[in-house]
């Protein structure tokens, strides 16, 4: 996994609620293993029943087409588990998500795959939201995921964030669950030489 930092970029705004998994990458996608899944993204949102692009949705828009930032509404990801969703989301190029709220079976598919989610207070949203709400103004965005903070282009600080110590560790040194579980190799070796004497004593009382 990617380590992550620091990211500029600009911001796609899809500000809508209750985005499923569905909807993020329709079913069709998910039955061949070598599916175009950046095609697949928002397909029916993105594309007409004979496949062509509607230009009013956001990431058919060419001024979004390199954004790696996604502002979304509240239980963003909600529905079923796929990964594919999330797989989706990062091979457009999609590195961080802001959202009122995100489903926590997508939240935690997210973070395995090194994509930062990132939950915002509703004042905090607005406040995002008016500075990137569309394209006419320019604007881009620095996520600082060491301290917790998102920057303008002018380098005036908009907010803070909030993120748990594990989900922080894991993305700024690139460590999956199981590279988090063996940074902790000698506690456990530790922890289990303790139970050792015990193991063998309860093996002697049952014979």
């Known amino acids: 996994m990617k380590k992550f930092t620091t990211l500029t970029s600009k911001v796609a705004p899809y ?26 993204l928002f397909a029916y949102l993105r594309r007409n029943s004979k496949g062509e692009s509607l230009k009013k949705f956001i990431l058919e828009k060419d001024f979004f087409i390199d954004s790696k930032i996604l502002l979304v509404g509240r239980n963003f990801g909600c529905g079923s588990s796929r990964e594919h969703a999330v797989w989706a989301l990062q091979e457009f190029g999609f590195l961080c998500i802001i959202a009122l709220s995100f489903s ?11 994509i930062l989610t990132i939950e915002l207070s509703e004042e905090k949203f607005l406040k995002l939201k008016d500075i990137f709400i569309d394209e006419i103004n320019f604007n881009l965005l620095t996520v600082d995921l060491i301290n917790q903070t998102l920057v303008d282009q002018t380098g005036n600080e908009i907010s803070k964030f909030d993120i748990d110590i594990n989900s922080k560790l894991m993305l700024t040194q690139g460590l999956d669950e199981i ?16 139970l050792e004497p015990i193991s063998l004593l309860l093996q002697k009382s049952i014979a």
């Open 179 to 194: 590279d988090l579980t063996l940074k902790e190799l000698n506690k456990i070796k530790n922890w289990e030489s303790k």
């Open 104 to 114: 926590e079976l997508f939240k935690n598919n997210c973070l395995k795959n090194g």
């Open 15 to 40: 500000i809508q609620n209750d985005i499923n998994t569905d909807q993020i990458i329709p079913s069709e996608f998910l039955k061949d293993i070598n599916a175009d899944l950046k095609f697949g």
